[in-house]
């Protein structure tokens, strides 16, 4: 299950490594420099197809004493060839792809591994991969030895919108989501949309979902801009990340620790999360995290329409946008009361009330609804009957 390593140099060395590696991305990155920075108090967010220069004088700069990456099986294959363009002496550990897999067990495994590498204060993991890689690769690093530095480099759409962004780290416990789990910003973050692509179409399709979301409840242009291209053209997609990342932003720089404001960003997912749940138990092929929150934009608006007066007209546009790309999932053989069950394990929830974000109209979203179980069966009803 995991890799290997390289070794360890010192600082002369590392000084020398600076100068001739220096020369070297000069080289292998050419000339178009296209980059975007955002920084907040203790971190900062690169984004471009030429972000990994920083990346190699960042770590040289911090002296970080062992640099770990990461991955899993398919970000091993299709991503490390270009970061090991720009680092060397780093030492891997892989594990096994999938949310199955975003567990303690595979927790303990990645801080074992440092702890047998010697991996002190003043090492850093950097995480090079999709959400699942990003999550748990930030609790293990927030958690081991209270604390090391990590790197957020995702290799997926929805990380790169979405997970890598604003310092939730977790793993799932019994099958629930994200029980277990710290907020802890990485020190830095690298978006190089040159993953996405070897990302297969289904994954494109799920950080659509996230991107869809800022839209829905921050801002109606960029929703519409959104749905007037396909989720699958890479070349319209990846200038609007940039896009994703200024909402989230915006909203985890005024509420880090989700007081209040960040809730907004959970529209969605409190059904989303109960469906992910509900799949990843009982289906031979799991619905992906943005493909549960899809169905759950679409419950939740209708609830939305409900309790918010959201108008006919936006939910049938929201219904329709995400019918349209979206695999449909039926849950006329599962009781809501199973769905509901779960969405009573979120963490969200106080007391025994199901805690909900819902939205006004496009781009305004309001935050601490309730609703009875009756309202969500008929919601979920509404999503059958599309
Ligand atoms: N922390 C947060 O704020 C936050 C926000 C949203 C979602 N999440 C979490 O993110 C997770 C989902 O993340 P995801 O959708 O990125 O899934 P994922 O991490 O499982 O990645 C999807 C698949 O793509 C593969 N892959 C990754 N990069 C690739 C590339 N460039 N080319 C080819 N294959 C590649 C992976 O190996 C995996 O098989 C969920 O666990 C969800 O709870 C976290």
Not at 269 to 275: D, P
Request: aromatic share 10%.
């Amino acid at each position: 299950m995991f890799g290997d390593i390289v070794c360890v140099i010192d600082s002369a060395t590392r000084f020398l490594i600076f100068v001739l590696l220096t020369v070297k991305t000069q080289i292998c990155s050419g000339k178009s420099k296209i980059l975007k920075e955002y920084h907040f108090k203790d971190f900062s967010i690169y984004s471009g197809n030429d972000v990994f220069d920083i990346l190699l004088e960042t770590i040289i700069e911090k002296s970080y004493t062992k640099v770990f990456v990461l991955a899993d099986e398919q970000t091993e294959k299709y991503c490390l060839p270009l970061l090991n363009k720009y680092l060397f002496d780093i030492r891997l550990i892989t594990i096994t792809s999938g949310e199955q897999n975003k567990t303690l067990q595979t927790a303990e495994k990645i801080w074992s591994r440092l702890q047998q590498e010697e991996a002190d204060k003043k090492a850093v993991l950097i995480n090079l991969g999709g959400g699942v890689i990003g999550d748990i690769g930030g609790f293990c690093a927030s958690t081991y030895k209270r604390g090391i530095d990590f790197i957020n480099i995702p290799t997926t759409l929805l990380g790169m919108v979405d997970a890598a962004i604003g310092g939730k780290n977790a793993i799932d416990l019994n099958g629930i989501k994200n029980v277990i789990g710290t907020i802890k910003q990485p020190s830095m973050v690298f978006i190089n949309p040159d993953f996405l692509k070897t990302l297969p179409k289904e994954d494109l399709l799920n950080g659509y979902a996230e991107m869809l979301k800022h839209g829905l409840i921050l801002d109606a242009a960029y929703w519409q801009k959104l749905i007037s291209i396909s989720p699958w053209e890479i070349n319209k997609i990846a200038p609007l990340i940039n896009g994703s990342i200024k909402l989230k932003m915006q909203v985890v720089k005024k509420d880090p620790d989700e007081k209040s404001l960040r809730k907004i960003l959970n529209f969605g997912h409190t059904i989303g999360h109960a469906i992910e749940a509900y799949s990843l138990k009982n289906d031979k092929k799991p619905l992906k995290h943005g493909e549960a929150v899809a169905i759950g934009m679409v419950a939740e608006a209708f609830l939305s329409k409900a309790k918010l007066n959201l108008t006919n007209k936006e939910l049938r546009q929201i219904s329709e946008v995400i019918i349209n790309y979206f695999p449909r999932y039926s849950f006329r053989s599962i009781l809501s009361p199973e769905i509901i069950r779960y969405m009573k394990q979120d963490k969200k929830n106080v007391d025994d009330a199901i805690n909900f974000t819902l939205i006004k109209k496009i781009g305004k979203a309001g935050i601490n609804f309730t609703c009875s179980e009756s309202q969500i069966t008929a919601a979920l009803n509404y999503y059958d009957s599309l």
